[in-house]
């Protein structure tokens, strides 16, 4: 059973907000970091950030913070990511993905794909 | 930071062994383990080596991983190639923080 299922895909405007969603099942849910992981289209994997579910403490890479905001709903084991303001270089699909103590990745939601566009 | 450099692709016939180095620009590569992700197309990357030499479960004995010190580089081979093993490869490792650094992957290619 896979514990992270994520939110559909997405079309968007530039300038729009959104808010994509990572659900976590199976596990003991504010124990474990969870990350967000950009792919742009054809390209590799960037590490966009984390968020602890235990008190919501967030760590972003500097090449997204200010752009992103990631949270948490412990109620429904479900973290968030989202966007105030949109760009066309936004588009591509985000995967939430579990890391542990240990420093890898072991469990990977589906993607979301999010396309921005006129 | 740092930064994580692999070849962008390699490619080599069924059967053989080809192996895949990652190197560190920035640190010690024995400072933080270091994970391998395989990455088929339209597919969610999946673990395929974690804490520098460690397979879960699931994985065959063909992939293994290594650190060496003196290169200060990981490296992830598959022995016994099979066109199945024709996906993305990614090195990845992380800071104290816990920020995460992924390296800018690898092609494979099984001819």
């Known amino acids: 059973e896979v514990p992270l299922v994520q939110s559909g895909a997405e079309v968007k405007k530039p300038g729009e907000s959104l808010k994509i969603s990572c659900k976590a099942s199976?596990?003991?849910?504010?124990?474990?970091?969870i990350a967000w992981v950009r792919q742009m289209p054809g390209k590799g994997l960037e590490w966009m950030g984390l968020i602890y579910p235990g008190d919501s403490e967030t760590r972003y890479s500097p090449s997204f913070e200010g752009h992103v905001t990631m949270s948490v709903d412990k109620s429904i084991s479900t973290v968030f990511l989202q966007w105030s303001s949109l760009r066309a270089s936004d588009s591509g699909i985000y995967f939430c993905a579990r890391f542990t103590r240990a420093g890898n990745f072991d469990y990977w939601g589906q993607g979301t794909l999010t396309t921005v566009s006129t | 930071n740092f930064v994580l450099t692999q070849p962008r692709s390699l490619s080599e016939s069924p059967g053989k062994t080809l192996t895949i180095s990652c190197s560190r620009n920035g640190g010690s590569i024995a400072s933080h383990n270091v994970q391998w992700y395989q990455q088929r197309p339209g597919r969610s990357p999946t673990p395929i080596i974690y804490?520098?030499?460690?397979?879960p479960s699931g994985v065959p004995d063909r992939f293994s991983g290594s650190i060496d010190s003196s290169s200060n580089s990981a490296s992830l081979t598959i022995s016994g190639l099979k066109t199945e093993d024709e996906a993305d490869y990614y090195c990845?490792?992380?800071?104290?923080?816990?920020?995460?650094?992924f390296g800018g992957g690898t092609k494979v290619t099984v001819l």
């Open positions: 990845q490792s992380y800071d104290d923080n816990n920020h995460a650094v």
């Open positions: 199976g596990y003991r849910f504010t124990s474990y970091w």
């Open positions: 804490e520098d030499d460690q397979r």
